[in-house]
């Protein structure tokens, strides 16, 4: 069962169904011009906040091997895509001037598109010299994201595009995720089934 954190800023209350600790499995299954890399990993992702307007996000994943051998990691943060206000925080470390935006769910309301979603952006950041910003929608207990910006460092793999959709179903926090990388086209890379534990 899940219960609304009374502290939760109402700007958060769309992506509240995510917030907690979800553990899982996942496949990856990706076609790397003609050669098909698939395998089997498990996966801890964390969305939680700290009062502000936006969700801290980090996930990491190992393979299931015997080793347990770790895979991948990423951190970033989730919120509502909306215009910057006198009243946000930044940037730096300079606070906000007056009284913050959207203090309440009239005030959110306002954000709602006409066809009952809310736009949304992520930064995810990889320790493999990737930052990504993804735009999209949240819609009920649904998620769908795509890359606006990707960033490499010199010293990454090649990686240009994505997609990711979530969702929560039955309870569980679904997810798949699609690439452009490795010289390839966009398609599909990744997925997982993940249960809250917190």
């Known amino acids: ?29 990706y076609d790397d011009a ?12 964390s969305f939680s906040h700290d009062g502000q307007h936006y969700l801290n996000y980090s996930s990491t994943t190992w393979l299931l091997d015997e080793s347990q051998t770790p895979l991948n990691a990423e951190a970033g943060y989730w919120r509502l895509h909306r215009p910057a206000q006198p009243g946000d925080p930044g940037p730096g470390m300079l606070p906000g001037v007056g009284a913050a935006p959207y ?17 949304v952006e992520v930064a995810v950041i990889h320790p493999g010299g990737v930052s990504e910003l993804y735009l999209g929608t949240v819609g009920g207990a649904r998620i769908d994201l795509q890359t606006d910006a990707v960033m490499r460092s010199a010293s990454a793999k090649e990686y240009a595009a994505a997609t990711r959709l979530y969702g929560l179903v039955d309870g569980r926090l679904l997810w798949a995720w699609d690439i452009a990388a490795l010289g390839n086209d966009l398609r599909t890379h990744a997925s997982g089934t993940l249960n809250r534990v917190e």
């Open 1 to 29: 069962m899940f219960s609304l954190d009374t502290t939760l800023p109402a700007e958060l209350v769309p992506l509240s169904w995510l917030i907690g600790v979800w553990e899982g499995t996942g496949v990856v299954h």
């Open 34 to 45: 003609g050669t098909v890399r698939e395998h089997e990993f498990g996966q801890r992702v």
């Open 103 to 119: 203090p309440d769910a009239e005030a959110v309301e306002t954000l709602r598109r006409p066809d009952g979603a809310f736009e």
